[in-house]
T-cell receptor
Framework: TQLLEQSPQFLSIQEGENLTVYCNSSSVFSSLQWYRQEPGEGPVLLVTVVTGGEVKKLKRLTFQFGDARKDSSLHITAAQPGDTGLYLCAGGSSSASKIIFGSGTRLSIRP | DAGVIQSPRHEVTEMGQEVTLRCKPISGHNSLFWYRQTMMRGLELLIYFNNNVPIDDSGMPEDRFSAKMPNASFSTLKIQPSEPRDSAVYFC???????????FGEGSRLTVL
């Protein structure tokens, strides 16, 4: 069974600080997606990474896919209250033909 | 374009009652997924379809759960009989492919008393 573990589970930081969220697995994934979910809504895709070692930037968010395609990280620079939400990584496996989600990191940014 | 549409948004029912959740995927998407989200277990994949055919239902918790996709624009998830432990938010998502971007509906919050 493929599992994705995220850490930390909860994170509360001050506005302006930097943070990193991790997504780890013992399995290799063909692609890794990051979603953000706000209360009362479904998750919304932020980015997809497909190549080992790939780095993608989305404004203040930087996503990295591990060289072995088993792990990923999300780094947020100068966090803002609008970044508050549940961040989910999701792995796509061509062998299993489905996407599975990590346990999530609940992020709270204090003004 | 309309996104994934789910109904009802909220349902409160009593234990033993039948519950039917509905989903209309984005037109043109070939894959449809049903997820369940709780604080304890996170987002769990229940079942998914490709071209209206169920591909993997190994995530369906037990025989009380069933899902159908009679055509490309409609799917249902049924729980009969419902139990309090089924209380959760149920999400439907569609995608152009099995491992592509998932587009989620707003979810159906189910409370079983």
């Amino acid at each position: 069974t493929q599992l994705l573990e995220q850490s930390p589970q909860f994170l509360s930081i001050q506005e302006g600080e930097n943070l990193t969220v991790y997504c780890n697995s013992s399995s290799v994934f063909s692609s890794l997606q990051w979603y953000r979910q706000e209360p009362g809504e479904g998750p919304v895709l932020l980015v997809t990474v497909v190549t080992g070692g790939e780095v993608k930037k989305l404004k203040r968010l930087t996503f990295q896919f591990g060289d072995a395609r088993k792990d990923s990280s999300l780094h947020i620079t100068a966090a803002q209250p609008g970044d508050t939400g549940l961040y989910l990584c999701a792995g796509g496996s061509s062998s299993a033909s489905k996407i599975i989600f990590g346990s999530g990191t609940r992020l709270s940014i204090r003004p | 374009d309309a996104g994934v549409i789910q109904s009802p948004r909220h349902e409160v029912t009593e234990m033993g009652q039948e519950v039917t959740l509905r989903c209309k995927p984005i037109s043109g998407h070939n894959s449809l997924f049903w997820y369940r989200q709780t604080m304890m277990r996170g987002l769990e994949l229940l079942i998914y379809f490709n071209n209206n055919v169920p591909i993997d239902d190994s995530g369906m918790p037990e025989d009380r759960f069933s899902a159908k996709m009679p055509n490309a624009s409609f799917s249902t998830l049924k729980i009969q009989p419902s139990e309090p432990r089924d209380s959760a938010v149920y999400f439907c998502a569609s995608s152009p492919s099995l491992t592509g971007e998932l587009f989620f509906g707003e979810g159906s919050r189910l409370t079983v008393l």
